[in-house]
């Protein structure tokens, strides 16, 4: 069996390297899920303060966008085998930030307002226990 030439060994080296890349480009990294929570500890606020003032296009657009950043720790907890505690939290945050933009459209603030005052609640509780920095 013939030893492969200098070309061919860096050619594999970078090919392994390339599939290494491959298999990791998709899951979210602790960074990440630092990220997401400092993103939601703003917002969270900042979503109370368009209720208030009845910024209904501001305060639709922050719902969403915590929607979607619970969305992705749920998945980031399913993906590392997290407990069924975190991804519970994660699953019911993402549908009380729903519940934040449904209150918008249908104008019942009252309701928006204690859906992110539970998030808020929920994000202590779950910092004491996941938050990784």
Same mark, same amino acid.
């Given at each position: 069996?013939?030893?492969?030439?200098?070309?061919? *060994?860096?050619?594999? $080296? %970078? &090919?392994?390297?390339?599939?290494? %890349?491959?298999?990791? #480009?998709?899951?979210?990294?602790? +960074?990440? &899920?630092?990220?997401?929570? $400092?993103?939601?500890?703003?917002?969270?606020?900042?979503?109370?303060?368009? +209720?208030?003032? $009845?910024?209904?296009?501001?305060?639709?657009?922050?719902?969403? *966008?915590?929607?979607? +950043?619970?969305?992705?720790?749920?998945?980031? &907890?399913?993906?590392?085998?997290? #407990?069924?505690?975190?991804?519970? %939290?994660? $699953? *019911?945050?993402?549908? %009380?930030?729903?519940?934040?933009?449904?209150?918008?459209?249908?104008?019942?603030?009252?309701?928006?307002?204690?859906?992110?005052?539970?998030? /808020?609640? /929920?994000?202590?509780?779950?910092?004491?226990?996941?938050?990784? &920095?």
């Amino acid at each position: 069996m013939q030893k492969p030439g200098l070309v061919g *060994e860096a050619l594999r $080296r %970078l &090919f392994l390297f390339a599939l290494l %890349l491959s298999d990791t #480009s998709h899951s979210a990294s602790v +960074l990440d &899920f630092d990220i997401w929570m $400092r993103k939601i500890d703003t917002r969270i606020v900042d979503v109370q303060r368009k +209720l208030d003032s $009845r910024d209904d296009a501001e305060a639709l657009a922050q719902a969403r *966008e915590i929607e979607d +950043l619970y969305a992705k720790m749920e998945a980031y &907890f399913v993906a590392k085998g997290e #407990s069924a505690d975190a991804i519970k %939290l994660s $699953r *019911e945050s993402k549908e %009380l930030a729903g519940v934040i933009a449904k209150s918008v459209t249908t104008k019942n603030y009252q309701a928006g307002g204690n859906a992110a005052v539970t998030i /808020a609640r /929920a994000c202590t509780d779950c910092h004491d226990l996941y938050r990784p &920095f």
